[in-house]
């Protein structure tokens, strides 16, 4: 851990956005994971209920499907059963409109992870001109330079390296 830590502060004034950006990243690929485990474990079983138990009536099916309110499968079945006598149309636009609100959910997060894509690497790039800026600072041309001097420099290279590593990381865990 302490080598993490060690890489983030020798990574320049960039890496604070950058572990920012990582942290909203995993954090959103964990909601999302929890998301589809939810709704793919349970969603067969909730579909197959809901079916079977409107071949007999359509009372029991909205019952089961209101009990599984908190799943997208089960507001996607409810929102037609909740109608009183639809026609097939009526049926068929509220599960459409249904379909799309769900859809919205499913979809969520993906402009978050579609701008870390986008800004990791730039990110990545500012800390690469911000570390050879640090290096050409830090040289004595045509001075001799001392291993002090050459320490400085190398310092600089490994901060644009760091930098330029961890937007990459960030953008493809993204």
């Known amino acids: ?19 920012g950006l990582s942290v909203a990243t995993i954090a959103c690929g964990l909601e999302r994971a929890w998301f589809w485990y939810q709704l793919l474990s349970k969603e067969d079983k909730i579909v197959h209920d809901v ?6 009536s ?10 599984a309110q908190n799943l997208p ?3 996607f079945l409810l929102a037609p059963l909740k ?24 979809r969520k997060g993906d402009k ?17 001109v911000t ?3 640090t290096t ?19 310092a600089g290279i490994g901060e644009a390296l760091i930098a330029t590593a961890s937007g990459m990381i960030v953008a493809i865990l993204a």
Not at 58 to 67: M, P, S, V, Y
Not at 83 to 106: H, I, S
Not at 112 to 128: H, S
């Open 1 to 19: 851990m302490s080598n993490l830590l060690d890489l983030a502060r020798e990574g320049g004034p960039v890496m604070p956005p950058m572990l």
């Open 51 to 56: 079916l079977d138990a409107v071949q007999f």
């Open 58 to 67: 359509l009372e029991e099916g909205r019952a089961i499907a209101e009990q």
């Open 73 to 75: 499968i089960g507001r």
């Open 83 to 106: 109608l009183r006598l639809p026609t097939p149309e009526t049926f068929r636009l509220a599960m459409e409109a249904a379909a799309d609100k769900e859809f919205v959910q499913m």
């Open 112 to 128: 978050l992870l579609e701008t870390v894509v986008a800004i990791a690497p730039l990110l990545g790039l500012l800390g690469t």
């Open 131 to 133: 570390g050879l800026i």
């Open 136 to 154: 050409f600072g830090n040289l004595n041309v045509g001075g001799g330079g001392s291993g002090e001097q050459a320490s400085a420099a190398a």
